[in-house]
Antibody
Framework: EVQLVESGGGLVQPGRSLRLSCTTSGFTFGDYAMSWVRQAPGKGLEWVGF??????????EYAASVKGRFTISRDDSKSIAYLQMNSLKTEDTAVYYC??????????WGQGTLVTVSS | QLVLTQSPSASASLGASVKLTCTLSSGHSSYAIAWHQQQPEKGPRYLMN???????SKGDGIPDRFSGSSSGAERYLTISSLQSEDEADYYCQTWDTDIRVFGGGTKLTVL
């Protein structure tokens, strides 16, 4: 059974940093791209970014709203994807979901972790 | 610019059918999409991917009541024999080489 579990969310002050983890099981992690998607309170889904599998260079892409502040990485030996968030803003407050990427779309999702940016 | 447009809300009666629409932006009518369901207070769930020719492949455990179709730049999700648990937000998603895009979502109310 494919499982994705996010962790690391919480309350953080504006300008500070936070790292989220996405721990996975049930599939060969290294074969897949991994994405992060967020959802602000009462709003829709917003793509944050993704990291390709090593077979496709392990490179990353980001939404304009987070480029230069957020970094996605992966540890294939541990089957974990990370989202490093720096210079956090109040508008980054959201539930953050990780998802497995398959041919461009997300085919499995985690349950999400809440990040609240507030002073 | 790659954009997906969805109606904010839809409603249908228990046991009836409903067809939700997702419209691709101009110049992108050949793009495939994916549909996702998000029940209240839950994470999203992948329903299916849907090509421009209407062929689709559903995710694990998705009931036969869910189907997809396409016409031009429009992509449809049809839910038949509506059940109370189908009341949810439905999002379409598309992609290009370096980007993923979500529609604004449709909130489906089952009457």
């Amino acid at each position: 059974e494919v499982q994705l579990v996010e962790s690391g969310g919480g309350l953080v002050q504006p300008g500070r940093s936070l790292r989220l983890s996405c721990t996975t099981s049930g599939f060969t992690f290294g074969d897949y791209a991994m994405s992060w998607v967020r959802q602000a309170p009462g709003k829709g889904l917003e793509w944050v970014g993704f990291i390709r599998s090593k077979d496709y260079g392990g490179t990353t892409e980001y939404a304009a709203s987070v480029k230069g502040r957020f970094t996605i990485s992966r540890d294939d030996s541990k089957s974990i994807a990370y989202l490093q968030m720096n210079s956090l803003k109040t508008e980054d407050t959201a539930v953050y979901y990780c998802s497995r990427g398959f041919s461009g779309y997300e085919d499995y999702w985690g349950q999400g972790t809440l990040v609240t940016v507030s002073s | 610019q790659l954009v997906l447009t969805q109606s904010p809300s839809a409603s249908a009666s228990l046991g009836a059918s409903v067809k939700l629409t997702c419209t691709l932006s101009s110049g992108h009518s050949s793009y495939a999409i994916a549909w996702h369901q998000q029940q209240p207070e839950k994470g999203p769930r992948y329903l299916m991917n849907l090509s421009s020719d209407g062929s689709h492949s559903k995710g694990d455990g998705i009931p036969d009541r869910f189907s997809g179709s396409s016409s031009g730049a429009e992509r449809y999700l049809t839910i038949s024999s509506l059940q109370s648990e189908d009341e949810a937000d439905y999002y379409c998603q598309t992609w290009d080489t370096d980007i993923r895009v979500f529609g604004g979502g449709t909130k489906l109310t089952v009457l």
